[in-house]
């Protein structure tokens, strides 16, 4: 497996770059998002990479930093989901996003990736919802990573009838320390909060 190449930016295209490693072009293809990090034409630059096999067609596909290459690969988990549908999410979602989007079972935001509908957005979340709620956090940044407590107040909610999504967003806008509050307490000021703005 081909974990990062190294080398010259030579050509930008659409969704795809050409690197010239050694005198080798190599055409990666790229999330449009990894564009905008790309250093200017003729400097050198590592991208991290997966390879996809399929009979005898060999593709590359890469990223700037293995958190994106993890959740390529995790998406490639999910059933009818196949390399060039994860490069659409990953081009309009960053990983973190993403995470967001699944724990909280927010359709909505799903559905505006281009290819992606409601049955497909469903799919995505029930097949690795589990999957993100056990991994580890280590990627995300202290902005966005959501605390224990936090996560079990959604949970909570949810069992009130509220959605994963609304909830996460009104937790978020509380005037207090997410991490030191109690589950009972966030729920609280969260009904409190929901209440206001019916």
Do not use: W
């Amino acid at each position: 497996m081909i974990s990062y190449l190294k080398g010259i930016l030579q050509f930008i295209g659409e969704n795809y770059i050409i690197l010239d490693v050694n005198n080798i072009g190599f055409k990666i293809h790229i999330p449009t998002s990894v564009i905008e990090q790309l250093p200017s034409i003729n400097e050198e630059v590592r991208i991290k990479t997966y390879l996809h096999i399929r009979e005898d067609e060999f593709t590359l596909f890469g990223f700037m930093n293995y958190t994106e290459v993890d959740m390529f690969e995790l998406l490639l988990t999910v059933s009818g989901i196949g390399p060039k549908g994860a490069i659409a999410i990953l081009s309009v979602l960053s990983p973190q996003r993403l995470h967001e989007c699944i724990v909280t079972e927010d359709i909505k935001t799903l559905t505006t990736i281009p290819g992606i509908g409601q049955k497909t957005a469903k799919k995505i979340i029930f097949e690795l919802k589990d999957k993100m709620l056990k991994m580890n956090y280590t990627y995300l940044s202290t902005e966005d990573k959501p605390s224990n407590n936090t996560l079990e107040a959604v949970n909570v909610l949810e069992a009130l009838g509220y959605s994963p999504a609304e909830s996460l967003e009104v937790i978020k806008k509380l005037d207090i320390n997410l991490q030191s509050t109690s589950v009972e307490n966030i729920v609280k000021y969260a009904l409190k909060k929901m209440g206001s703005q019916i």
